[in-house]
T-cell receptor, first 116, second 111 residues
Framework: EAGVVQSPRYKIIEKKQPVAFWCNPI?????LYWYLQNLGQGPELLIR????????DSQLPKDRFSAERLKGVDSTLKIQPAELGDSAVYLC??????????????FGPGTRLTVL | TQLLEQSPQFLSIQEGENLTVYCNSS?????LQWYRQEPGEGPVLLVT?????EVKKLKRLTFQFGDARKDSSLHITAAQPGDTGLYLC???????????FGAGTTVTVRA
């Protein structure tokens, strides 16, 4: 079974440029998460989708970040415009059912963003 | 302040030695998970504990959930270079769904 796929794996852009990350979750997984991981820190949740609905985007900086999961399968996270402080690893994860205390999340390899 | 505090932040030991990583909080969790993350990869789940006082073993790794469900520990016996990585604890608070991560412990096992 294929795992969570993310692309690109690495992205270098100049500040004020737009950037987009793509995630394809494990087939059949209803819930999809986007996390941000700064160097030396654990992942922090940006947004959670249950099917195509964004059920928790409270931590997403909506002035510059946007996300979509139009058909309830793959998802795109966008930053426009990017700032120096956005340099981090962006992780996508998926889980089989609806979010719960023991629902296992499977993580992709992440996209490492560097903003110059 | 982080919901989950991990200690130590860094740990470097010789192959064959034992190590323990701690994860502490003032909050009560319905479940707590341990992940290992290698450079350039996403975190991979090692174990989930849900019952206070629970102990789970995975080969040379022993995980314990505190009686009050506020803390956990990971003990590795006879560490090997393949155990090198970032160990993250993550928990779901009671009556919540959100998984909150600690900052992680970077473990280096020298051959």
């Amino acid at each position: 079974e294929a795992g969570v796929v993310q692309s690109p794996r690495y992205k270098i852009i100049e500040k004020k440029q737009p950037v987009a990350f793509w995630c394809n979750p494990i087939s059949g997984h209803n819930t999809l998460y986007w996390y941000l991981q700064n160097l030396g820190q654990g992942p922090e949740l940006l947004i959670r989708y249950e099917n195509e609905e964004a059920v928790d985007d409270s931590q997403l900086p909506k002035d510059r970040f946007s996300a979509e999961r139009l058909k309830g399968v793959d998802s795109t996270l966008k930053i426009q415009p990017a700032e120096l402080g956005d340099s981090a690893v962006y992780l996508c994860a998926s889980s089989p059912g609806l979010a719960g205390s023991t629902d296992t999340q499977y993580f992709g390899p992440g996209t490492r963003l560097t903003v110059l | 302040t982080q919901l989950l505090e991990q200690s130590p932040q860094f740990l470097s030991i010789q192959e064959g030695e034992n190590l323990t990583v701690y994860c502490n909080s003032s909050s009560v969790f319905s479940s707590l998970q341990w992940y290992r993350q290698e450079p350039g990869e996403g975190p991979v789940l090692l174990v989930t504990v849900v019952t206070g006082g629970e102990v789970k073993k995975l080969k040379r790794l022993t995980f314990q959930f505190g009686d009050a469900r506020k803390d956990s520990s990971l003990h590795i016996t006879a560490a090997q270079p393949g155990d090198t990585g970032l160990y993250l604890c993550a928990g779901v608070k009671v009556n919540d769904y959100k998984l909150s991560f600690g900052a992680g412990t970077t473990v280096t096992v020298r051959a």
